[in-house]
């Protein structure tokens, strides 16, 4: 992407791997020269590499895996002063930006769920393709898919594949998990892929009867959901008037949560029938750019299969101050409500 104004310094040479829409996350963000953008998932650098190409801008990078911290050096020292890389989680975006001396910001992007570069590292266990610890574990603390599946009791367990992995064999599946703990333990990402692949059947050509449960587990472990709305509330604490939220999305359950909240937070009324008055709400706090989510073009998705479920939501941050409370009660599912959690 080329660079825009005569005073513009392009940061490094060609990304790790395709970032997904990105042109389309660029011009949502239309960073301008000045401006300090949030990259609060920066796994290979291709968001930060095109912001940070596009305008004479900066941008403060987050990610919570230590290997993508490690792998951004090259880009931080090309970017010259322009890119600062911090280890956290993007829900920590809006404490983070005040740590580096940015309180408020002009955008924020967020890309939502696993990353190229973990799903092909096979010893982090986030993908049956090849046979390694059942680990799943974005950062280096907390416990692994295999802790998990350990120490669930059964209902929880299916609770978990059934919200965050859509498994209809959910019960099914849980059920085999657990009467196989109790021959052995489950620590390979190939016990459990060949655990379920005996009570989940497929027809040729639909995916691996394990991915939904690898899905769920991902999320869980990650506690991928409640990252990203706490995130999408940083968000709106961070942004100044005028400024632009960006999410890319992979799947269903990511993209119901973006699309509640910019629901709701655009809303400028409760809404009413002939029977009910509308009844007044807070003011919106943001716009969105769309009716619809941006999705990506046939020819990206022929170059690179990734980008295929992929969804853009964006939106422009009002004057309104930032509300305390979520959405809705409910707005991210929690299997675990009522249920003994992990120890």
């Not at 993007?90 to 890309?111: E, I, M, N, T, Y």
């Not at 594949?161 to 021959?183: K, L, M, N, P, Q």
């Not at 190939?190 to 394990?210: C, T, W």
């Not at 119901?256 to 629901?263: A, D």
């Amino acid at each position: 992407m080329a660079g825009s104004g005569s005073g513009n310094r392009t940061a490094g040479g060609p990304a790790r791997h395709v970032p997904v829409l990105v042109r389309e996350v660029v011009t949502a963000l239309t960073p301008q020269a000045g401006d300090v953008i949030i990259d609060g998932t920066f796994g290979a650098g291709g968001y930060s590499r095109a912001i940070l190409q596009s305008a004479d801008c900066r941008v403060v990078a987050i990610d919570r895996d230590q290997s993508a911290i490690l792998g951004g050096w090259e880009l931080v020292n090309d970017a010259a002063g322009r890119l600062t890389l911090v280890e956290d989680r993007f829900s920590q975006l809006d404490a983070v930006a005040a740590r580096v001396g940015h309180p408020k910001v002009d955008g924020v992007v967020l890309d939502i769920g696993v990353s190229s570069m973990q799903l092909d590292q096979a010893e982090r266990g986030f993908s049956f393709r090849a046979d390694a610890a059942l680990d799943m574990r974005m950062s280096n603390d907390g416990d692994s898919a295999a802790d998990v599946i350990a120490q669930l009791d059964e209902t929880t367990l299916a609770n978990v594949i059934y919200a965050f992995g859509e498994e209809r064999h959910s019960r099914a599946v849980a059920r085999a998990i657990v009467a196989a703990r109790t021959e052995a333990p489950i620590t390979t990402t190939r016990q459990l892929a060949d655990i379920v692949a005996r009570v989940v059947r497929s027809k040729p050509g639909d995916i691996h009867p394990a991915t939904r449960t690898f899905q769920a587990l991902r999320i869980a472990v990650n506690e991928e959901l409640d990252e990203l709305a706490t995130a999408l509330l940083a968000a709106e604490r961070v942004l100044k008037p005028g400024g632009r939220l960006a999410v890319v999305t992979f799947h269903s359950l990511e993209d119901r949560i973006v699309k509640t909240f910019l629901t709701e937070r655009s809303r400028t009324s409760a809404g009413g029938s002939r029977h009910r008055p509308e009844t007044a709400v807070a003011p919106a706090t943001f716009t969105p750019l769309s009716k619809k989510p941006v999705e990506p073009s046939e020819a990206e998705v022929a170059a690179n299969p990734r980008a295929r479920s992929a969804k853009l939501r964006a939106a422009l941050r009002t004057l309104a101050p930032a509300r305390d409370e979520p959405p809705a009660p409910g707005w991210v599912p929690d299997p675990f409500a009522g249920a003994r959690r992990r120890r």
